[in-house]
């Protein structure tokens, strides 16, 4: 019998035999360990940080070599899904939540030099802003100007994105530092802007129904080859992306002042969508600063048809804003419904409940990551065929889901919104029971 010691959560858990790869026993033992990927070795989700015990694990497979070398990782850090514990480890877990996902792109950007990359950029800005400093306390202002950030970059990191840098009231956001085509990296931008303009009227709304103020945002999109690496003093190099989009960008932006837009998006990222796809308000055309060439620009007003990823993203907070008393609600339906189920659970309900709402909220960070959306929930079907679940059960449970989504919403539930998460969770389902495909 040996045992792995779980640093941060203090934690020990034992195990026998070598069979077992560190994620397999986080999984068993119910200890939340982010596996995007479901333990394939493409995401590095599951990377741990082996404080003791190092030589008690399986040597590096080529997966992880090709991965350790590429993020120039140093040899304490192993992917849990590719290691075989043999005997005593320590271990700590180093990405805990899925919005930190994004950060680890940063990785495969070249330090000292800049490297050119395809990539989306988003500037969005923070109206009124001055207006609300002045008549509310710097305790109120940290508080407010806090959520802000929040859930304006919730969105960008929903979206394969990286916060790129705050300016003043302005956020900027980087679509595709690891690469994907121009139509991925330009439609993952267009829903981050509108799961902007989503989650800040909701915020006017609620939250700031107490300021006497409305926040508005000014949003822009471009697309184009800039450079980006870490740079700087040798001390002290940063993230950084240079280039003419760049400002480009920044210069769009400044022109949605002046328009009233909430989202203007240049000519290249809206020919990177398929014809009819978006809801366009106005088309103008204005010359840019520093400029010869007047350019053509496009008023952003919705999808033309209801996105289901947009829908699941904005979504998802009011839906989880209290995990317990949704997994409560959700496991009462299930085991009123189908009582023979509840004798294939043998972890306790509180525990069983964050693992699934920790899943659901990482299966909407990974929308935008299919691929490995794709592997992970094929090894959850595979998981699940274990623990005993029939496919007859998969259509009770999304009935209970829907049940439950629609009963925490209370009055913000909408048709379209229900009618997203019976279609992501649908598909959702479809790839677990369908593992073997
Ligand atoms: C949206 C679909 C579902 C998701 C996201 C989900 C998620 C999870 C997660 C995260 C776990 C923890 C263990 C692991 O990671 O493998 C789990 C375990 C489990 N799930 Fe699901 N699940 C889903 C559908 C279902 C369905 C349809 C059933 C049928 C009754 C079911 C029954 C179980 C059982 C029996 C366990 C094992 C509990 C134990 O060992 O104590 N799940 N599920
Ligand atoms: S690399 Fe280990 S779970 Fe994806």
């Known amino acids: 019998m040996h045992t792995i010691t779980y640093s941060g959560i203090n934690r020990e858990v034992c195990f026998e035999g070598r069979d077992r790869s560190l994620l397999d026993i986080s999984v068993e033992q119910k200890i939340p360990h982010l596996h995007e990927c479901g333990g394939n070795g493409h995401c590095t989700t599951c990377r741990v940080r082996v404080i003791e015990g190092s030589k008690n694990l399986s040597r590096p497979t080529r997966k992880e070599k090709i991965m350790a070398d590429l993020r120039r990782w140093d ?54 802003f001055t207006k609300l400093t002045s008549h509310n306390s710097s305790f109120d202002m940290a508080h407010i100007l806090n959520r802000f950030y929040t859930v304006l970059g919730d969105p ?18 980087i679509f595709g530092t690891s690469g994907g085509t121009k139509e ?60 003419d989009p760049v400002n480009v960008a920044s210069r769009i932006q400044e022109l949605t002042k002046e328009t009233q837009s909430g989202i203007l998006i240049s000519k290249s990222v809206y020919n990177s969508a398929p014809e009819g796809h978006l809801k366009i308000n106005q088309v103008i055309e204005r010359e840019l600063r520093g ?13 033309a048809q209801p996105d289901i990823h947009l829908e699941l993203q904005s979504s998802l907070d009011f839906i989880l804003q209290n995990t317990e008393r949704f997994s409560d609600r959700f496991y009462n339906k299930v085991f009123s419904r189908k009582p023979e189920v509840k004798k294939l659970f043998h972890t306790d309900m509180k525990t069983q409940g964050r693992l699934v709402t920790h899943m659901i909220a990482g299966i909407v960070y990974s929308l935008s990551r299919p691929e490995h959306l794709k592997m992970g929930l094929s090894n959850l079907g595979k998981s699940h065929e274990k623990y005993g679940v029939r496919k007859e059960y998969y ?20 048709e379209r919104i229900g009618e997203a998460w019976r279609k992501g969770l649908g598909l959702v389902m479809e790839l677990m029971k369908n593992w073997q495909n």
């Open 395 to 414: 259509p009770i449970v999304l009935e209970c889901l829907m049940e439950t989504i629609r009963e925490e919403m209370g009055e913000s539930y909408t």
């Open 156 to 173: 960008i990191l929903m979206n394969n994105g990286v916060i790129y840098q705050y300016v003043g009231d302005e956020i900027v956001g």
């Open 184 to 243: 991925k990296n330009c439609l993952d931008a267009i829903r981050a802007a509108m799961g902007m303009k989503y989650a800040i009227s909701r915020l006017n709304g609620m939250e700031l129904q107490d300021f006497d103020t409305q926040i508005k945002v000014g949003i822009s999109l471009h697309f184009g080859r800039a450079y980006i690496g870490y740079l700087g003093h040798p001390k002290h190099r940063q993230f950084a992306v240079i280039g």
């Open 291 to 303: 400029k010869d060439e007047p350019f053509e620009l496009y008023e952003l007003a919705d999808f």
């Open 75 to 128: 040899p304490s850090v192993r992917l849990a899904c590719q290691c075989y514990p043999e005997g005593d480890v320590e271990i700590q877990r180093l990405v805990w939540t899925s919005g930190e996902i994004n950060k680890l792109q940063l990785e495969t950007v070249p330090e000292g030099e800049a490297e050119e990359r395809a990539i989306a950029i988003m500037f969005c800005d923070m109206r009124n």
